[in-house]
Structures are given as C-alpha cells and as structure tokens.
Nanobody
C-alpha cells in the first residue's frame, strides 16, 4: 500500500490549490481516504474524508464550504480542491487510508496508511 501526495505550493490568500493523492496497492471502492494537515507546533488535524463505498464526504468546520474532496476510481486518486485559502490553512497536508468500514473519520489513529505530506503555504 502506498500513498503519494502532491500539488502543494505557495499561494496568496484567497487563491486556490488542488492536492492529489495517488493510491497504489488497493482500490478506492472501499474503506476511507482522508486528508489531514499539521502546522508547526500544532497537532495533526482532520480536513476532509471520503468513503469508498458510497462516496460520502466529511469536512471539518474550518474548511467546510471552501474545500472539496473527490475520488477518481479510474485513476485511483483522491483530490482535494482548496478554494478561498487563508493563511491559517498553511500546513503540511497528508493523505491517509483505512480499509475499515466503521471509523471516526477525524481520528488519525483510525488510518493505517499515510502519504509523505505536501506543503501548502498561504501568504497574506
């Protein structure tokens, strides 16, 4: 199982970025894929999650209405479209996977597999 996150970068406040998580070793039609982020000196926090079976999506309150998570089974990728970015969105973003079907999506310990992270920096 491998997750490869990409798409981070430097963007001005109000701008957009699209992160991608390429999955290998498993398919996206089961379990969950989530994005977490971690800013310097802070704990890792949940951002968004999508279920494999029903494509149900979940968002943290801080990104709801600005971010959108989606999956593409043909490409075996999960993407995170981030709009109206704010300086407080600056963090390393990680994608994570679990094969379990019943989870608390916002808890990092629920996920067995993690990507390497991609840096997102939003300047004011």
């Amino acid at each position: 199982v491998q997750l490869q996150a990409s798409g981070g970068g430097l963007v001005q406040s109000g701008g957009s970025l699209r992160l991608s998580c390429a999955a290998s070793g498993f398919t996206l039609d089961a379990g969950y894929i989530a994005w977490f982020r971690q800013a310097p000196g802070k704990e890792r926090e949940p951002v968004a999650c999508i279920s494999g079976r029903r494509r149900t999506t979940y968002y943290s309150d801080s990104v709801k209405g600005r971010f959108a998570i989606s999956s593409d089974n043909a490409k075996n990728t999960v993407e995170l479209q981030m709009n109206s970015l704010k300086p407080e969105d600056t963090a390393v973003y990680y994608c994570a996977h679990t094969a379990n079907e019943r989870i608390l999506w916002g808890m990092p310990q629920e996920y067995e597999d993690w990507g390497q992270g991609t840096q997102v920096t939003v300047s004011s």
